[in-house]
């Protein structure tokens, strides 16, 4: 089971800092990350981290403001979001796999673990 929590209501040029915690299960050997859902637009897979070797991966929107990384005695991954665009407005929801992707994890439709969302808005 996956947890996130962080979303929330900031200005453009604002950060925020998502959260993903896993239960029942440890993040090792697995691919974990977060897409996103804004009304209206295509789901866009964010980001992803590999476990295993710690390699992680973006989406082109994202590259040099978001930061994912992992903290193994949490067994949560965490999604740093700083300069914030309107843009970014959606719902953003963790997922993880099993196995390798690399960057192609960002493009899958289905996952064998995602939590529930949390809401990111930014206003301008």
């Known amino acids: 089971q996956l947890q996130a929590s962080g979303g929330g209501l900031v200005q453009a040029g604002g950060s925020l800092r998502l959260s993903c915690a896993a239960s029942?299960?440890?993040?090792?050997?697995?691919?974990i990350g977060w897409f996103r859902q804004a009304p209206g637009k295509q789901r866009e897979g964010v980001s992803c981290i590999t476990k295993s070797d710690g390699s992680t991966y973006y989406a082109d929107s994202v590259k040099g403001r978001f930061t994912i990384s992992a903290d193994n005695d949490k067994n949560t991954v965490y999604l740093q979001m700083n300069s914030l665009k309107p843009e970014d407005t959606a719902e953003y929801y963790c997922?993880?796999?099993?196995?390798?992707?690399?960057?192609?994890?960002?493009?899958?439709?289905?996952?064998?673990?995602w939590g529930q969302g949390t809401q990111v808005t930014v206003s301008s």
């Open positions: 997922a993880a796999d099993p196995g390798l992707y690399g960057k192609s994890w960002l493009g899958r439709l289905l996952h064998a673990y």
């Open positions: 029942g299960f440890t993040f090792d050997d697995y691919v």
